[in-house]
Nanobody, 123 residues
Framework: QVQLVESGGGLVQAGGSLRLSCAAS????????MAWFRQAPGKEREFVAA????????YTAGSVKGRFAISRDNAKNMMYLQMNSLKPEDTAVYYC????????????????WGQGTQVTVSS
């Protein structure tokens, strides 16, 4: 069993930055892909970014490309999302997901999920 816990969310002004962290416990963290998704009120869960098990391949949604960066530290069982130039439309609950068994941009591909962390960007 794998547990994922997000942290680092909060309230920030437009143009500001936040760094989200995802701490994984359990086995085999270094063996599976990880991703960030987000869900705004009244909207479906949306893919943000994903990273392969060894970090050699990264996928980023067009809406955040150039502003957000995903990374991981397998030695620490951690994944991160650096978010820069934040916009009000980035406001959402951000979820950490792990162990993709299918296309990395699709939520149903992931077996493990965190509880989410709220990010609110004020204009």
């Amino acid at each position: 069993q794998v547990q994922l816990v997000e942290s680092g969310g909060g309230l920030v002004q437009a143009g500001g930055s936040l760094r989200l962290s995802c701490a994984a416990s359990g086995r085999d963290f270094s063996g599976y892909a990880m991703a960030w998704f987000r869900q705004a009120p009244g909207k479906e869960r949306e893919f943000v970014a994903a990273i392969r098990y060894n970090g050699d391949t990264i996928y980023t949604a067009g809406s955040v490309k150039g502003r957000f960066a995903i990374s991981r530290d397998n030695a620490k069982n951690m994944m991160y999302l650096q978010m820069n130039s934040l916009k009000p439309e980035d406001t959402a609950v951000y979820y950490c997901a792990g162990s993709s068994q299918g296309p990395m941009g699709l939520a149903p591909s992931y077996a493990y999920w965190g509880q989410g962390t709220q990010v609110t960007v004020s204009s």
